[in-house]
């Protein structure tokens, strides 16, 4: 099976960078998935790795270690509507599937 | 990016009555199509993955003959929901993978069931 742990609740300043973790195990990794979930909606994708290493995308920055079993998702300059939860999703090679964190939900303040 | 649909987007239902949900991919051809379903407040927990032409893989505790998956064609998935209960009332979403490395979330379907 497969164990992924983030943190529950996160909250940072507008403006500021904000790093949400994410450790897994798993028997047969193939990629990790970081996805943004705003209330009431579907998640939106985010990031892939695949990897070792930092993938950069805007404000936005994920960075796997698969020897560690670690990654992170960077949140740089941060506005009001990066509120949101973001999920951490881990994909299983012995079936492709992908499964989910609980999530972090993030708040922003002015 | 690639445009996944769901029809309906809510839903209110009588209890034991069968409600089906559609998942559509608009501008590709999902090889796989998963469901999960998501309670408030918690993260998504995936239900069944299924491939167009074979039968859906459910995961362990998913009751199969309960949550009817059908993968008709390409870009058609079909949720049902049978006898629907209470206790059924979640947030359905459906996530379509086209063969690449990327999966594609509907919007959801809310299904509240009285």
């Known amino acids: 099976g497969q164990n992924i742990d983030q943190p529950t609740e996160m909250t940072a300043t507008e403006g500021a960078i904000v790093q949400i973790n994410c450790t897994y195990q798993?028997?047969?990794?193939?990629?990790l998935f970081w996805y943004q979930q705003h209330a009431g909606e579907a998640p939106t994708f985010l990031s892939y790795n695949v990897l070792d290493g930092l993938e950069e995308k805007g404000r936005f920055s994920s960075f796997l270690s698969r020897s560690k079993g670690y990654s992170y998702l960077l949140l740089k300059e941060l506005q009001m509507k990066d509120s949101a939860s973001y999920l951490c999703a881990v994909r299983d090679i012995r079936d492709n599937d992908m499964r989910f964190g609980a999530g972090t939900r993030l708040t922003v303040k002015p | 990016g690639a445009v996944v649909s769901q029809h309906p987007s809510r839903v209110i239902c009588k209890s034991g009555t069968s409600v089906k949900i559609e998942c559509r991919s608009l501008d590709f051809q999902a090889t796989t199509m998963f469901w999960y379903r998501q309670f408030p407040k918690k993260s998504l927990m995936l239900m069944a993955t299924s491939n167009e032409g074979s039968k859906a893989t459910y995961e362990q505790g998913v009751e199969k003959d309960k949550f009817l998956i059908n993968h008709a064609s390409l870009t058609l998935s079909t949720l049902t929901v049978t006898s629907a209960h209470p206790e059924d009332s979640s947030f359905y979403i459906c996530s379509a993978r086209e063969g690449g490395e990327t999966q594609y979330f509907g919007p959801g379907t809310r299904l509240l069931v009285l």
């Open positions: 798993t028997s047969g990794f193939n990629g």
